[in-house]
Each structure stands twice: as structure tokens, then as C-alpha cells.
């Protein structure tokens, strides 16, 4: 007998309206076609995703990059995964054996369905966007300078193409502050 896999993402919901359009669901499904876009197994890895509202993720910005304002996405690493060279893809992870915790993403939604209202996106296709960038820099990805952001968009939008959604940077408007970590 084959026993269930364990899901990549382990989502809490501190916000209840990220219920309604199945937060979970849309997690496991970016972030696992991030994961084999790079060629990773998902099945060697775990996340913990928040879904918080404006105030909790303004809280946490406020702690962790001294920003007291929300943001739509924030992500901690396990560990830095970041390469030497700018521009340059991160390695994979190394793994030993047991699942790799990659680390922490937060989302919040009140942000989250501004953006998308503002950019004419469907909300659900905003998140997934969000999910595989904080997921991106999990593993290292960054936009700290110019080869490195364009090595994150071009990944992102590779990744967003094969789940059947819009290149997010050719609209404007789809991002907010969480460019400047």
C-alpha cells in the first residue's frame, strides 16, 4: 500500500477570506510548479505559508525589514541559497535524506486583491504570481540588482506560462513594495 504524500505547503489561514478562493489548493499548485520548473522534486520539500490579513503582514514587515507598512508577499529562507555571482541561477538545495524545510511565506490579502483590482488581474492568478515569487526566494532567487531581477522575472514568468498565466510584468501595477527586499 502506497501511503498518501505529505503536502509541499502547509498553509495556515489567519484570515478567513483566503478561504473562498482555496488558498491551499493554489499554493500546492505554485509552488510545486515552481519547484519542478527548476527540477526539483517536491516531494523532497516542505513550506509553511500564512495567510494573514494587511495588519498582521504590516507586523511582520515591521519586525523583519523595519518597514511598518503591508506588503503583498514576504518570504524568510531556511537558509541563503543566494549564488556569489549576480545574474546567476542559485544552486539547488542539497539534500540529505529527509524533507528540506525551504521556509516561511506570508501573504496578505487585503493587499493582494487591491493589486489584482488594480491591474484588471483574476485574483486567484495574482496569488499564484505572489506564491511562486516568495517560493523563488526561498530558493535563493532575488532582485537586489538588475541580473538578478531579470533572472527572477524571466523564471517567473517561464513558471507562470506553464500553469496557463499571464506574464505579470508585462502589465503594470502587479507588484508593490516587496521589490525592494
Request: aromatic share 4%.
Amino acid at each position: 500500500m502506497t501511503l498518501p504524500m505529505p503536502p509541499l505547503v502547509d498553509t495556515s489561514l489567519e484570515d478567513p477570506g483566503w478561504q473562498a478562493i482555496g488558498l491551499p489548493e493554489l499554493a500546492e499548485t505554485a509552488a510545486t510548479s515552481t519547484l519542478r520548473h527548476l527540477g526539483l522534486d517536491p516531494a523532497r520539500y516542505e513550506i509553511a505559508l500564512l495567510g494573514c490579513d494587511d495588519d498582521r503582514i504590516a507586523a511582520l514587515n515591521a519586525s523583519f525589514r523595519g518597514k511598518p507598512a503591508p506588503t503583498n508577499v514576504l518570504s524568510w529562507p531556511s537558509q541563503n541559497r543566494a549564488p556569489a555571482t549576480p545574474g546567476a541561477a542559485p544552486p539547488h538545495p542539497s539534500f540529505d535524506g529527509d524533507l528540506l524545510e525551504l521556509g516561511d511565506v506570508a501573504i496578505a490579502l487585503g493587499i493582494c486583491k487591491a493589486e489584482a483590482e488594480a491591474a484588471r488581474l483574476p485574483f486567484p492568478a495574482h496569488v499564484c504570481h505572489l506564491i511562486v515569487h516568495g517560493v523563488l526566494h526561498l530558493l535563493g532567487y532575488d532582485h537586489m540588482d538588475e541580473a538578478d531581477a531579470d533572472l527572477m522575472e524571466r523564471t517567473e514568468i517561464a513558471i507562470l506560462a506553464g500553469m496557463g498565466l499571464h506574464d505579470p510584468y508585462g502589465r503594470a501595477g502587479a507588484m508593490t513594495d516587496e521589490e525592494d527586499q
